[in-house]
């Protein structure tokens, strides 16, 4: 069998980069979520006709998907990988330009521009460098059937996923400025292009993120000047990959998602009424539960917002910690008592405490419900005891002290 792990890890790679599960690759690219999986462990013989299937699914060119694997002679390229380097996890770039409202020779410029940097990208050898282009799959003139939310979408989730957002400025563009805006979210490195002697809005040159300008005369000096620029960008970016949230499991990076999700359901609220509530459409809370939070990506503010309207706190919705309030460290404090007081073994504190958290770390954000004097009290944690002890001398396992 071909040695597949190099094309798996990159399969993987480009996965997580778009803040797809498995199943989410299946639905783009009409392979199984059983043949992805193989793949990605590097465990089956991969066809022509499915790498293709995995590119367009990627919106990548086939070729840049098998660079320097043992399957670029499938596509006329040398199948000997050139080292550590050309085999590690892809560097995506983005490339953002006006799209709408541009006359025929403007277009013709901005499509001229568009392929030179795709060739540059294509041929660039010390790290493996694909290229997003929007106007291959979301421009108004080539692509008019896409819908304007689907549109928004694609474009977001591909920004996001991008280590550089290659901005060429040479013309205004309402959709490029809301790119340049995304990137600076997500903390991507912007290549700004824009021909010599251009004046460029002082708006986006004082955009504060990592940004990189580039003046050029025609596209042979441009291709001169941006190669000199990765080699410059990119070692510095490929160290820092290791950074970016790019969990092991699948379920893993939705978890703020599932989080909004389950205490919306449990406070009774359709995603339009938390939408309404927290000042955004139901389509950004729809996309919050359903995406990975690498590619959704919203704001402290939002957050904020969320969780008042959860009756919950932001630690909790980022990362599941659910900080005691007065009344619930109150009764820790008190189990912490009673325990000496009865000589109460480790082990059956942390289940009495456990399944005590477990039962109320939600219903406790509710203002009233930690008023309640019998949760936590000592009667409340030796009623708690007492039947965890019954439940141990009669071997039930499966009991808790909560039932």
């Not at 959860?310 to 820790?332: M, R």
Request: proline share 4%; glycine share 8%.
């Amino acid at each position: 069998m071909i040695d597949g792990n190099v094309l798996g890890r990159r399969v993987r790679e480009l996965r997580k980069a778009r803040g797809w599960t498995q199943d989410d690759l299946h639905a783009n690219s009409g392979l199984s979520q059983g043949e992805i999986s193989k793949i990605e462990k590097g465990q089956i013989n991969v066809t022509a006709e499915t790498l293709m299937k995995l590119a367009g699914a990627f919106e990548i060119h086939t070729e840049d998907l098998v660079k320097g694997t043992h399957f670029a002679n499938l596509f006329g390229q040398s199948q000997i990988p050139r080292g550590d380097i050309e085999t590690g996890p892809p560097i995506i770039a983005y490339f953002a330009s006006a799209l709408t409202g541009l006359v025929d020779r403007d277009k013709k410029e901005i499509e001229d521009l568009d392929e030179r940097v795709d060739q540059i990208c294509r041929s660039y050898s010390t790290y493996p460098l694909v290229l997003y282009r929007p106007r291959k799959t979301t421009s108004p003139t080539e692509n008019p059937d896409v819908p304007a939310r689907a549109v928004y979408d694609i474009d977001q989730q591909r920004v996001a996923s991008a280590h550089i957002v290659i901005l060429a400025a040479i013309f205004p563009s309402l959709g490029a400025g809301m790119e340049l805006q995304l990137a600076l979210q997500s903390g991507t490195t912007v290549i700004l292009i824009n021909k010599r002697g251009q004046k460029v809005s002082r708006m986006v040159l004082g955009w504060p993120g990592a940004i990189e300008r580039v003046e050029y005369s025609d596209l042979d000096d441009l291709e001169g000047q941006v190669v000199t620029l990765l080699d410059h960008l990119l070692p510095s970016i490929a160290r820092s990959q290791f950074l970016q949230f790019n969990p092991e499991s699948d379920g893993a990076g939705f978890e703020l998602g599932e989080r909004v999700r389950r205490l919306r359901i449990e406070r009774h609220l359709q995603p339009s009424d938390l939408a309404n509530m927290v000042g955004v459409g139901a389509a950004y809370i729809e996309n919050l539960e359903s995406k990975s939070e690498s590619i959704t990506n919203p704001s402290l503010a939002l957050l904020r917002r969320i969780a008042r309207a959860l009756f919950t706190t932001e630690s909790y919705l980022i990362a599941g910690l659910v900080g005691l309030d007065k009344k619930f460290q109150g009764h820790y404090d008190c189990l912490e008592s009673y325990a000496a007081e009865v000589d109460m073994s480790v082990k059956d504190f942390n289940v009495l405490w456990g399944d005590h958290y477990q039962e109320y770390q939600y219903d406790l954000s509710i203002p009233g419900v930690a008023n309640r004097a019998i949760i936590g009290d000592r009667n409340y944690w030796a009623d708690r005891y007492e039947r965890l002890l019954r439940a141990k001398t009669n071997g039930d396992l499966f009991s808790t002290a909560a039932k």
